[in-house]
């Protein structure tokens, strides 16, 4: 007699506030999103392009070298009876000129090459075919788009952001596209690690260092001066050893001088893509290498963050106090007390927009609910359905019915 009187409807009451108070407990609104985060993909980065040396290139350095070499041993041969010091001279000289010339050109050529390579915002340029929709690429570019809408830097227009880091951007999603897709990898896995490199971006951006990884300072009067200095004494002993060959030999002379030129100038053409090749590959696998280092702490500072993942037992605490939060408000709006009600039930099914997640051989949990209260009462059946927003306890009202039951119910 008592518990279907006052006193129900009081242990009803204490219980709604009770859930509606424990509905928060342990961090939820912190911690519950964790949940339906998948575990996150471990760190990589980009492996270089090995040096681009075909055999081609060495057969060519060879038969150039062999070439020019021969040349001018022809040279020098022809022209010792005449001038035998002068020879000698003009062979110092021709060593000292290659060596300055030939030092310094390969750093020349190595600065060049790197800056007009080196730019991700230039690669940009070239066509873009857009990747087929709902796969692993085109859910790498909609993380990119959003993360960088999001991290848009202080005192910037959202445009120019975009517009100036597009190649940058670009660069960054083929990156993930290429290391992780041949893995059974999500873009959600991943996610920590786009949001990572677009923070990069935005820090880089606001230092005013955006370029400054992949940026060759431009080749200084140091080396530019020397290169001349050593091509210009490379010029002047080979004139002194055809002039001392012209004695003898007027008609050859120029040949070989000219065989020379073409093969020195063919020979330190492939040398120098040679040595800029290698230098450029060890260049990229030292810069991989601290890349791949900052996202090893960005990595382990994430997997951290997702220690205190909520487990099954709380997730289904939490969804319990709903659903007396829930049922409180059918209450209210029908106006019924505990003592008028003879049955309740939940129907629940994942609303618009859910996401998913469970633990080993437990059920489903998702992050948006549609949920429809059922009360069964004396005087009928009273229904309403509500969306529930897991990860923030948000509650919104839908559809509200009545059937009456006076007809059949004793």
Not at 175 to 203: F, N, S
Not at 231 to 236: E, Q, T
Not at 345 to 372: D, L, T
């Amino acid at each position: 007699m008592f518990l279907n009187g006052p006193i129900l409807d009081g242990l009803w009451a204490r219980a709604f506030d009770s859930a509606n108070e424990n509905r928060y407990e342990n961090d939820r609104l912190g911690r519950a999103w964790k949940f339906f985060h998948p575990d996150p993909a471990g760190p990589r980065a980009r492996h270089p392009v090995p040096p681009r040396v075909t055999f081609g290139d060495r057969a060519r350095l060879c038969a150039c070298a062999a070439f020019g070499a021969g040349s001018l041993g022809w040279l020098a041969v022809l022209a010792w009876p005449g001038n035998g010091p002068s020879v000698i001279i003009g062979l110092l000289l021709f060593a000292t000129g290659a060596r300055l010339a030939v030092r310094n050109g390969l750093e020349w050529h190595y600065r060049v090459t790197r800056r007009w390579r080196g730019r991700p915002e230039w690669r940009s340029l070239s066509y873009r075919p857009a990747p087929p929709p709902k796969g692993f690429a085109d859910k790498v570019d909609q993380k990119f788009d959003y993360y960088f809408g999001k991290y848009v830097p202080a005192n910037t227009a959202r445009e120019v952001w975009l517009s100036q880091t597009e190649g940058v951007r670009h660069d960054l999603r083929d990156e993930i596209v290429e290391i992780y897709r041949e893995d059974k990898v999500t873009a959600d896995q991943v996610a920590w690690l786009i949001r990572h490199m677009v923070k990069d971006v935005q820090k880089r951006w606001l230092d005013g260092t955006l370029s400054d990884r992949h940026k060759v300072p431009h080749v200084p009067r140091t080396i530019k001066v020397p290169v001349y200095a050593g091509i210009a004494v490379l010029l002047a002993s080979t004139g002194i050893m055809t002039w001392s060959a012209l004695d003898g030999y007027a008609a050859i002379s120029p040949l070989i001088t000219f065989a020379l030129l073409l093969g020195g100038w063919g020979a330190a053409g492939r040398w120098s893509h040679i040595r800029s090749e290698h230098r450029r590959f060890e260049t990229d696998e030292q810069e991989r290498a601290v890349v791949l280092a900052e996202r090893l702490i960005a990595f382990e500072k994430w997997r951290e963050g997702l220690a205190d993942r909520p487990q099954d037992v709380e997730m289904a605490g939490w969804l319990d106090h709903d659903r007396k939060a829930l049922m409180a408000r059918a209450m209210t709006r029908y106006k019924l007390t505990a003592r008028d009600i003879v049955a309740h039930a939940f129907i629940e099914r994942p609303a618009k927009g859910y996401k998913r997640g469970r633990v080993k051989n437990g059920p489903r949990r998702f992050s948006c609910y549609r949920i429809q209260v059922i009360l069964l009462t004396r005087e009928g059946v009273r229904q309403m359905a509500m969306t529930l927003d897991f990860l923030t306890t948000d509650i919104r009202p839908g559809r509200v019915s009545a059937t009456s039951t006076r007809r059949w119910w004793p």
